[in-house]
């Protein structure tokens, strides 16, 4: 059983470029959400996927973007990229147990350390 | 969002027992208490989970007062490998999924 993977490990962008960064989620999860951790932070909900739907959208804006696809790996786009969206963006899946989300852990990747200069 | 009140900060020694508490008092009936950690340059880790009883496995225990209002997590032996922030979280479906909504955490220091 494989852990969640995100590529890549660290990038540098310009402002106003764009990004795509990836996560491969965890053996068998269907649910990915992705977080964006600032340096001295606690991490920052961007969004979640379910069944390659967004399920749940936290208090970014819609250049912030996602992906899900049908092997439940996920990506997250960034357009006009700022200053401020330098970060850690972490990836996190998980499944249902029985019916719900709520009873079960979410498994993290080591993350995508963003630089914008 | 559900609100958790922890600590900034704590100390303990190698090989003592450590308990975190955390303060939940919007609690509603359906919310998980989630544990998590996170150790430095390290995406967070998952500790424990529960919602009325008390829980133990291979890394904690996790206590839950009768009213569901606080909880504590316990690191029954602590080592140099648990220095991190911990962070208590109410997982409920809203808006957001299901997703964890984290707070600022705990900071633990382990001195040998």
């Known amino acids: 059983e494989t852990g969640v993977t995100q590529s890549p490990t660290h990038l540098i962008k310009t402002r106003g470029q764009q990004v795509t960064l990836r996560c491969s989620s965890q053996s068998g999860h269907n649910t990915v959400s992705w977080y964006q951790q600032a340096l001295g932070q606690g991490p920052q909900f961007i969004f979640q996927?379910?069944?390659?739907?967004?399920?749940g959208r936290g208090n970014f804006p819609p250049r912030f973007s996602g992906l899900q696809f049908p092997n439940y790996s996920s990506e997250l786009n960034v357009n006009a990229l700022e200053l401020d969206d330098s970060a850690l963006y972490l990836c996190?899946?998980?499944?249902?147990?029985?019916?719900?989300?709520?009873?079960?852990?979410?498994?993290f990747g080591q993350g995508t350390r963003l630089t914008v200069v | 969002d559900a609100k958790t009140t922890q600590p900034n900060s704590m100390e303990s020694n190698e090989e003592e027992p450590v308990h975190l508490p955390c303060n939940h008092s919007?609690?509603?009936?359906?919310?998980?208490i989630h544990w998590y950690r996170q150790l430095p340059s390290q995406g967070p880790e998952y500790v424990i989970h529960g919602l009325t009883s008390n829980v133990n496995n291979r890394m904690a225990s996790l206590a839950i007062a009768e009213d569901r209002k606080s909880s504590t997590l316990i690191l029954h032996r602590a080592t140099l490998r648990d220095a991190a922030v911990y962070y208590c979280?109410?997982?409920?479906?809203?808006?957001?999924?299901?997703?964890?909504?984290f707070g600022k955490g705990t900071t633990l220091s382990v001195s040998s």
């Open positions: 996190a899946s998980s499944t249902p147990r029985g019916s719900t989300l709520l009873n079960t852990e979410a498994f």
């Open positions: 996927y379910y069944r390659e739907e967004e399920n």
């Open positions: 979280i109410l997982k409920r479906s809203n808006q957001a999924g299901t997703a964890l909504i």
């Open positions: 919007t609690i509603s009936g359906t919310d998980y």
